[in-house]
Structures are given as structure tokens and as C-alpha cells.
């Protein structure tokens, strides 16, 4: 019956979407708005390129006359199409083209930078986690040493001001947890966007925070915003080169004919006609475009510095993150493997000390208090490393597939 109950009221219990770390990347890919709507500026931009490069449409001209004394009713029909003379029409396509591939690129980058965001919060959340168990384990540790100290106080053994104090030291650890939990909902509320959830939806992060280890080298040449640059340098060429193109304008040929019919005095009507080509050519004498050529020309080279200037940025945050990440991976690894066992075993002599008289409270406190600040420490630098990481991946491109 208590199993039957259970599966009923199941539904009805919300259940929390638990996310591996690696998969955060793909789940911010897949859910987040703004991802959804910057893939709809590349359609815009296929759509601008299909209907890029094709002549003008054909004009139709027709006339009609009725007869006079001096000119014959006539009825006249023509047709115009116009032609470029310069490569115009590939050079349209040619910069539609790279506009859609600037597009896409714009698109990676937002992925990029959303990723990097939200395994930041993920890393930061995982981190707290094991401040937070860190916390407890010294919290039970002091509980257990107030109570000892008490039952001491209590026999006569030992001051009343040594249980206080241990009390105290409890209750100050207590408050550092809940202070962790506090910046745990304060990650998650910054996280929940960017995986697509809502506010009252539960979230948890599973997985551990690997070995910190250092990654082989990536080229910064990769990364999405840097190729967009490259590939908007080359657009202003192109439009730049369409500048050029547009100093001489279309030509315009076409086919016209005309049906004429005369009366004659006699009473019948005579029936003429004719057919003839025509060609419009437009003198470049006061307008040649230069302009907009002026203007093409000075924002292409204007790309040309900002790609450069991004990519000096780019390697400077690449190389930047590496040193961070070397320096919190010695860090960590010199805390654990040398600093930190010193602490422990002072920390159990200490305490042996102290349950057999020969020790104060005040310096098995300060001891723990070492302890506790060397592990976070260690935590902190492994976190460190791992952000630092996430940063040097994002500014390389390396996050992305």
C-alpha cells in the first residue's frame, strides 16, 4: 500500500534537471533564446543573398496614336533591359555571400561567449559545493570539541570559558555554510537563463572538478570573432571593389517596333510599319562614384586595423589565462602535497594534546583554523584553475566543436 501510495504522489513532487558538467555547453547551445534568434539573422542574410547578383527586370514600353492630318495612327511597342558593364552583379553575390558567412561567425561567437559564461557558473557552483562540505566537516569536528570541552567544564576539568569558546567556534563555522549557500542560489539564478530554465525550476550540477592539468596549446586564430573580423575586412573590400564597379553605370538595350495605317483619299487604307534596336550608354562626365569609393576604401582599411588590434587581444587573453592556470595549478599542488599534510598532522597532535591536558584550546583552534584556510585555499586555487581554463578555452575557440 506504501508503495502504491508513493508512485501516486510522485507526479506531483517537482523534480530537479541534473546537468553533467560536460554537457553544459551543448544544453546552452540547444536552449538559450538568444542563440535561437541570432540563427534567424543568418536566414535574413541567406534570404539577402538569394536575391543578390540578378539583372533589373525588364521594362515593357507601349504608345498609342490616333490619326491626324499630318502622321498616321500608330502603335508603338518597345522593350528595355539593361546590362552591367563591370563584374557589379558577381560582386554583389560575392558580398552577400560573406556576409552570411560574417553572420554564422557571429552566431559561434555568441555561443562561445554563453558557454564560457555559463561553465564558469557551473565550475563556481561545483566549487561552493565543496567549500560548503569542507565547512561541515570542520563544523562537526567543532561540535564534537564543544561537547568535550563542556563535559570537562562540567567535571571541573576545564575552564567554562574553553567550552564557550568552542561553542562559539561552531556556531562561526555555521554561518560561514550558510553564507556559501547563499552564493550557491545566487550562481544558480545566473546559470538558469543561460541553460534555458525557468526561475522556479530545479537545477543541480553534477560531476566533480577534474586533476588540474595543463592543456595543450590551441591557435587563437580560431576563435569565431577574429575569423568574423577577417571575414568583414574582406567584405569591405568587396564592397569597396563594388564602389568601383558602380562609376559606370548600366547600359540599356532593347527592341522596338511600331504598326502605322494611313486612309488614302480613294478611300483605302494603307498599312506600314517598322522595327528597330536601340541602346542607352550613360557618360560618366559628372558623377563617377567617388564618394562612396572614398568611403568604401577608408572603412576597408578601418577592418584591417580592428582585426589586427582583436587579434592582438585575443593572444594577450590566451596567453594571460595560461599563466593564470599554471600559477593556480602549482598553487594547488603545492598546498595539498606539501603545506596541508604538515597542518593535519599538527592538527592531530594537537588535538591528543589537548584531550590529555597538555595543550590549550586557543591553540588547537588556531590550528584547525589553519587547517580550514589551507583547504579552502587549495579549493579555491583548483577553482581558479579550472576558470582560468574555461577562459583560455573561450579565448582560443577551443570550446567549441
Request: proline content about 4%; aromatic content about 4%; glycine content about 4%.
Amino acid at each position: 500500500m506504501t508503495r502504491w501510495l508513493f508512485f501516486l504522489l510522485l507526479p506531483s513532487f517537482g523534480l530537479a534537471a541534473e546537468i553533467p558538467l560536460p554537457e553544459i555547453a551543448a544544453r546552452v547551445r540547444a536552449h538559450h533564446p538568444m542563440l535561437k534568434a541570432a540563427r534567424l539573422a543568418v536566414e535574413e542574410a541567406r534570404g539577402r543573398r538569394s536575391g543578390s547578383g540578378r539583372l533589373a527586370n525588364p521594362t515593357l514600353e507601349s504608345s498609342f496614336q490616333s490619326e491626324s492630318r499630318v502622321s498616321p495612327r500608330t502603335l508603338l511597342f518597345g522593350i528595355d533591359q539593361s546590362f552591367p558593364l563591370t563584374k557589379r552583379l558577381s560582386l554583389e553575390k560575392k558580398l552577400t555571400a560573406q556576409l552570411v558567412a560574417a553572420a554564422e561567425l557571429e552566431v559561434r561567437d555568441v555561443e562561445r561567449r554563453l558557454v564560457a559564461e555559463a561553465r564558469a557558473c557551473a565550475v563556481k557552483i561545483l566549487a561552493l559545493e565543496k567549500q560548503r562540505a569542507l565547512r561541515q566537516e570542520q563544523t562537526d569536528l567543532a561540535r564534537k570539541l564543544s561537547a568535550f570541552a563542556k563535559s570537562r567544564a562540567e567535571k571541573g576539568e576545564l575552564s567554562p570559558l574553553d567550552a564557550a569558546q568552542a561553542q562559539v567556534d561552531a556556531q562561526r563555522l555555521l554561518l560561514e555554510s550558510r553564507r556559501l549557500e547563499t552564493d550557491r542560489i545566487t550562481l544558480l539564478g545566473e546559470l538558469k537563463p543561460l541553460l534555458g530554465l525557468a526561475p522556479d525550476e530545479a537545477c543541480v550540477i553534477r560531476g566533480d572538478l577534474p586533476v588540474p592539468e595543463m592543456p595543450g596549446l590551441s591557435p587563437w586564430q580560431q576563435r569565431a570573432d577574429y575569423q568574423m573580423a577577417r571575414t568583414q575586412m574582406e567584405a569591405a573590400r568587396t564592397e569597396a571593389a563594388l564602389a568601383e564597379a558602380k562609376r559606370v553605370q548600366d547600359i540599356s538595350a532593347g527592341l522596338f517596333g511600331a504598326q502605322e495605317a494611313q486612309d488614302q483619299t480613294n478611300g483605302r487604307r494603307e498599312h506600314t510599319g517598322y522595327l528597330g534596336l536601340r541602346t542607352s550608354i550613360p557618360l560618366p562626365l559628372w558623377n563617377r562614384n567617388q564618394g562612396e569609393i572614398l568611403e568604401k576604401n577608408a572603412a576597408a582599411e578601418r577592418r584591417r586595423f580592428e582585426a589586427e588590434a582583436l587579434g592582438r587581444q585575443i593572444a594577450s587573453e590566451a596567453d594571460t589565462a595560461r599563466r593564470e592556470m599554471r600559477a593556480n595549478a602549482d598553487l594547488a599542488r603545492e598546498t595539498r602535497d606539501h603545506l596541508l599534510p604538515l597542518v593535519l598532522e599538527q592538527t592531530v597532535n594537537l588535538e591528543r594534546a589537548y584531550e590529555a591536558g597538555q595543550a590549550d584550546l586557543l591553540t588547537l583552534l588556531r590550528a584547525r583554523d589553519q587547517r580550514l584556510q589551507l583547504e579552502s585555499a587549495a579549493l579555491d586555487a583548483e577553482r581558479d584553475f579550472h576558470l582560468a581554463r574555461i577562459r583560455y578555452e573561450a579565448a582560443t575557440g577551443a570550446s567549441l566543436p
